[in-house]
């Protein structure tokens, strides 16, 4: 991922139609059993799932932001680094992710993604030998983070 951000970028100088070709053909759609049953679980109590819903704290968003990685943004161009220097207690953040909670759902934006194929080893002209990467929007990885910890405390 290092390279990603600060190296030289290992580009991939393969058909676009050829790499359209195969990556389409890997993550096409699959067939699946349609009469797996997922188990059942107990409806949550109420107060349990207040906990999932309840306002963000500007001490949650900062403590992910906080320990966020280096990593390359996405399409939102926007680096970790701008964000903890920018928003250095997570308020800002906290108050975008208390709207996305209280409108219940996520902006579009976080759900797009810039992908770059990363070579792993073998021949470069062998398209099985590259990897794609998807690079997400900087502030949706944040939220994301939180959210997770919710849903895993929740689960607990």
Request: charged residues 25%.
């Amino acid at each position: 991922m290092g390279e990603i951000i600060s190296g030289s970028p290992d580009l991939c100088d393969l058909p676009g139609d050829d790499l359209v070709k195969y990556f389409s053909d890997i993550y096409a759609p699959k067939t699946y059993d349609h009469q797996f049953r997922f188990a059942s679980f107990p409806d949550p109590d109420p107060d349990s799932q207040e906990a999932l819903v309840r306002p963000f704290e500007p001490a949650e968003v900062w403590a992910k932001l906080r320990k966020a990685p280096q990593t390359a943004s996405g399409p939102d161009l926007v680096p970790f680094g701008t964000l903890k220097s920018k928003d250095p207690n997570g308020l800002i953040l906290c108050v975008l992710f208390r709207r996305i909670l209280q409108f219940g759902g996520v902006p579009d934006s976080f759900k797009k993604a810039n992908i770059v194929l990363a070579f792993k080893a073998g021949e470069r002209s062998d398209i099985s030998n590259w990897r794609p990467i998807a690079l997400l929007n900087t502030v949706g990885k944040i939220f994301s983070s939180c959210f997770a910890t919710r849903l895993n405390s929740w689960r607990n």
